[in-house]
């Protein structure tokens, strides 16, 4: 069984920083793009960031310049380092894997189950 499982929400005051972890956990041999994304309260879930197995990545045009995603392909494991962070960032957080091999069951559109960022004014 696959798991993708987020760690590091939290609240914190405007301006201050956090780093969200996402670990994909069972018998993985390759993921292939991983991101995150998140959703406001009475809100769609929105795209904050992409990252390719080679290390492209995409950001939202709100996120850009103060978040940024990185990858250790071999800890199966995604970052987000969000810097200067706004009330407007409080959303849950969404891990996201859109292909995960495992050598028999392959996973796609995979999903954790969210962590909770909350910004204070």
């Known amino acids: 069984q696959v798991q993708l499982v987020e760690s590091g929400g939290g609240l914190v005051q405007a301006g201050g920083s956090l780093r969200l972890s996402c670990y994909a956990s069972?018998?993985?041999?390759?993921?292939?793009?991983m991101g995150w994304y998140r959703q406001a309260p009475g809100k769609q879930r929105e795209l904050v960031a992409t990252v390719t197995r080679a290390g492209s990545t995409n950001y939202a045009d709100s996120m850009k310049g103060r978040f940024t995603i990185s990858r250790d392909n071999a800890k199966t494991t995604v970052y987000l380092q969000m810097n200067s962070l706004e009330p407007e960032d409080t959303a849950v957080y969404y891990c996201?894997?859109?292909?995960?091999?495992?050598?028999?069951?392959?996973?796609?559109?995979?999903w954790g189950q969210g962590t909770q960022v909350t910004v204070s004014s």
């Open positions: 996201y894997a859109d292909r995960i091999y495992t050598g028999g069951i392959d996973y796609t559109n995979y």
């Open positions: 069972g018998n993985i041999v390759r993921i292939n793009t």
